[in-house]
């Protein structure tokens, strides 16, 4: 369980690179795609959140259909993102991903290229930061275009695009 003292969003910069156990110990609750969810410190009135949205851009040898989300930059402070298959735009997670103000979340944006190098070793995230909703559409999955609070590379944004 989290600690009182340890429920605010950390302080990381831009662009740290993080393996997948190294964001195990998030100092709060997390939630999405490929996270679970806990809430932060009882103390508080409401549980608060961080929603680590951690993005694999390059979907090749996903044999499912239904996870192959289509997440790539729009730009160098926009990103298109798409929630779990089973998200609802009116059930909690559909809500914390759509309005994460109100329900007490940040939403964090993690983005590797593969899942593995050509070695087959897993590959870590690079944290792009805060991001918040401009604009959603649908649900099951729901389609949310998010602006990035600190401007990727465009080369970044380049490359991803083709990777993605």
């Not at 156990?21 to 932060?40: H, K, N, Q």
């Not at 998200?87 to 979340?105: K, V, Y």
């Amino acid at each position: 369980m989290n600690s009182p003292n340890r429920a605010r969003t950390p302080t990381v910069e831009p662009f740290r690179v993080w393996t997948r156990t190294g964001l195990t110990p998030w100092p709060r609750g997390t939630g999405c795609r490929g996270c679970t969810s806990s809430s932060a410190a009882a103390s508080r009135p409401r549980p608060t959140y961080d929603d680590l949205l951690l993005v694999t851009l390059d979907k090749g040898g996903q044999a499912q259909e239904h996870l192959q989300y289509k997440d790539y930059p729009l730009n160098e402070t926009q990103f298109h993102w798409q929630s779990k298959a089973s998200t609802r735009a009116d059930d909690r997670a559909g809500l914390r991903l759509i309005s994460p103000r109100e329900q007490g979340a940040t939403s964090l944006l993690l983005v590797r290229e593969t899942k593995k190098d050509s070695r087959n070793l897993t590959q870590p995230f690079r944290y792009l930061g805060p991001v918040e909703p401009v604009r959603h559409t649908g649900e099951r999955p729901i389609t949310i275009e998010w602006r990035l609070s600190t401007p990727v590379l465009p080369e970044w944004v380049r490359r991803w695009r083709t990777v993605a």
